[in-house]
């Protein structure tokens, strides 16, 4: 007799490629979108993560490819100054500043190294969190952040599935043009945006997927795919030990889930039988030693400095800067503090 099965699998794309160490990844979106970035740039995987801060809405996303792709320079004419900062309504509050010319500088900064990343980049992680948009009435723009600016001063709607596909149909293209071997994924945030209750989240849900199924099916597998983060969350996971305490973030053990089958299905073989190695000095780096003077303590950071140039000699993208001047550092207050080594 068959064993029996207590919950469902979502069954995975066959995806055509995979990232890896020698690949650049670019992730953009929602707050999901940071989880999973994070989880490969603690690997040491070479990520970017939202260049221009948490984003939600496909519109805002667009809006900022768009500028990327441009070149173009952040202007003073797109900073609004509200209750003693600096804002953008392109950027999320986290670029906001007392200092009109520094908040200027740090944008544009930030834009610089983004817009040559993206050029450069082999993959793309969208991950659309809601269909619901603010437009600033002054001049209809769509708004990444409102910015605590009072809510008559805009207009709230949901955007159409044919609203968003259409600027996607658009916007890939000019992608490829600039960065033809880029692939790009989308997924939709499993965090739930509760404002407007659960329908009109479910609404606004099944926009985005509807949507990017229309992306995806104009493109072809070739070059756009799917992640089902939130089909995997709604199905797979269908309990809320695996939402935070606010029921609407994902936790920690269900970030996990969704990573393991990320990994599993996006990352390339030869990179999943490095990530212990990766593990190891990592770990390594976060450790504190009872005595920090031993010759044990010595021979251990040693031994981490050994790792990393035999890591680094495969794979010179690795990046272990920090690691190997903490490291090193160490070595050297040992060597100049007593130590008899």
Request: charged share 20%; net charge positive.
């Amino acid at each position: 007799m068959p064993k029996n099965k207590f919950h469902t699998i979502v069954e995975m794309p066959k995806f055509k490629w995979q990232t890896g160490y020698s690949k650049k990844n670019l992730f953009v979106g929602s707050c999901f979108a940071e989880n999973i970035g994070q989880k490969m740039a603690g690997l040491k995987f070479d990520v970017h993560i939202n260049p221009f801060g948490i984003l939600y809405n496909p519109a805002s996303i667009a809006a900022n490819i768009k500028l990327l792709l441009s070149g173009k320079k952040f202007t003073a004419e797109g900073l609004i100054f509200h209750n003693e900062l600096w804002h953008s309504f392109l950027h999320h509050g986290r670029f906001s500043g007392a200092e009109k010319k520094q908040t200027l500088e740090n944008i544009n900064s930030k834009l610089q190294f983004s817009s040559a990343y993206l050029k450069n980049t082999d993959f793309i992680f969208i991950t659309f969190g809601t269909s619901w948009i603010y437009e600033y009435k002054k001049n209809n723009q769509v708004v990444s952040n409102c910015h605590k600016i009072p809510a008559s001063d805009f207009n709230r709607r949901r955007l159409g599935v044919n609203e968003i596909s259409g600027e996607y149909a658009k916007l890939l293209p000019a992608i490829w043009d600039a960065n033809p071997g880029c692939k790009i994924i989308f997924t939709v945030s499993p965090v739930r945006h509760w404002k407007d209750g659960a329908i009109e989240n479910q609404r606004s849900k099944a926009t985005l997927l509807l949507a990017i199924g229309e992306i995806c099916n104009t493109f072809g597998p070739d070059r756009c795919a799917y992640f089902p983060s939130y089909e995997i969350m709604v199905d797979e996971l269908r309990d809320y030990r695996f939402y935070a305490d606010d029921m609407l973030h994902i936790s920690e053990t269900g970030i996990a889930h969704i990573w393991g089958l990320f990994e599993e299905n996006l990352i390339d073989k030869e990179s999943m039988a490095l990530k212990p190695k990766i593990q190891k000095i990592t770990k390594a780096y976060s450790h504190r030693p009872f005595n920090p003077f031993s010759g044990e303590y010595l021979n251990f950071l040693q031994s981490a400095l050994s790792q990393i140039e035999g890591l680094q000699g495969n794979l010179q993208c690795l990046n272990f800067e920090l690691e190997k001047n903490h490291f090193a550092n160490e070595i050297n207050k040992i060597r100049n503090g007593g130590g008899h080594f």
